[in-house]
């Protein structure tokens, strides 16, 4: 796999259960050492440079883990610790208690701030997981499956928070089951098959005239229409 991608895009990553979607994900996370090559985040290589590189991702795994007994600005304090982000900072931007408050009330859950996070909706726990992974102003950010399980008014708010950060020149690398997704917040895709890129561009670029985002993943991927659904298989 061979792949660039740019400072203020969202790139869709589509697939096949089991088509290297998550193995990807979590090679470009640090979670997992890929087998041969290497990964640059903010061009500095994920190998040779660990530390720095992640302080410049933030990523969102399929299944997050939250601390259910810690409130949500406790959760946030300790993930602000753990990057060693400080309540001064030299170049005077906000320090850590205003990041937690920024980001509390960019997801709207600053009324909910201090409860237990196992009070809380799936669709707020999507939420301060979002919120988690960007208090510290990544450049990327990497998110598999992000929708799953969200009311429309979640979804939406979710896909104007990548629009937001791709129009602040951040990047977001996002995996999604639900190809309409991709079509309307992606500004750029790929589909992996069987471990490999097969195309690779803007829909302008990949999707033939007369044809949707869905009729070209059924033709790469094999799935018949009429069988497993596109949004169900991807």
Known sequence: MDLDVEAGEVFGFLGLNGAGKTTTLRMLGGVLPPTKGSIAIDGLDLATNPVAARQRLGFIPDRPYLYDKLTAREFLRFIGEMYGMLERTADGSPGLTTRIQMALDEQHLGEFADQLIESYSHGMKQRITLASALLHDPRLLIVDEPMVG?????TRQIKETFRRLAAQGRTVF??????????EVCDRIA?????????IGTQAEIVPAGKTLEELFLDITGVEAGGDSAEGAA
């Open 174 to 183: 996002l995996s999604t089951h639900t190809l309409a997704v991709a079509a």
């Open 191 to 199: 589909i992996i098959h069987h471990g490999r890129i097969q195309v």
């Open 150 to 154: 969200l009311d429309p008014r979640g």
